[in-house]
């Protein structure tokens, strides 16, 4: 009759375990992005990145933003809001300075300045709808445009 060797229970190795923490670590990155994506679906709210210090020391170069769209006859002066530039590729985030006038379809043109820069934005804008920012986080973004 052989005799067959009981397998002995061995401690995982260090690298297994090493492995394990990661896997678990992607797990908990990819169940937070999910749930992000979820909320910003639902709560109607979107991630801007800024490369330019137009904004500094608000918002810097590098920061990424967190927006909410609303309806623009929610704005009040000093609120730092995004809007559509017309026919220019990328939108502005500045702050109101000023608002100028509210038509009855909800139309407000105003103006607005970055913090960073001397002079007001060339002309105002008329918009119905901005993406108000409510929290910025520095240092996320990538602040070279070439990346």
């Known amino acids: 009759m ?3 060797r009981a397998k002995v ?8 375990k090493l ?20 909320l910003g679906i639902v709560f109607n709210i979107s991630i801007m990145m800024f490369r330019t210090g137009s904004m500094s020391p608000t918002i810097t170069a590098g920061s990424i ?4 769209e609303i309806p623009a006859t929610e704005i009040s002066v000093d ?7 017309g026919d220019a590729d990328l939108p502005v985030t500045h702050r109101v300075v000023e608002i100028l006038k509210t038509n ?3 139309v407000v043109t105003f103006t607005m ?3 960073a820069n001397d002079t007001l934005d060339v002309d105002p804008y008329s918009v119905s709808t901005v ?4 929290f910025s986080v520095p240092g996320i973004a990538p602040d070279d445009p070439m990346v």
Request: with cysteine; charged share 25%.
């Open 131 to 134: 993406k108000r920012v409510f």
């Open 113 to 115: 300045k970055g913090d």
């Open 65 to 68: 933003a967190f927006v909410k």
């Open 2 to 4: 052989p005799l067959h």
């Open 19 to 38: 492995v394990d923490f990661f896997l678990t670590l992607l797990a908990i990155g990819g169940s937070i992005c999910l749930i992000l994506i979820v």
């Open 9 to 16: 229970a061995t401690k995982p190795r260090f690298a297994s």
């Open 79 to 85: 609120d730092i809001v995004t809007v559509e530039r």
């Open 104 to 106: 009855d379809s909800g």
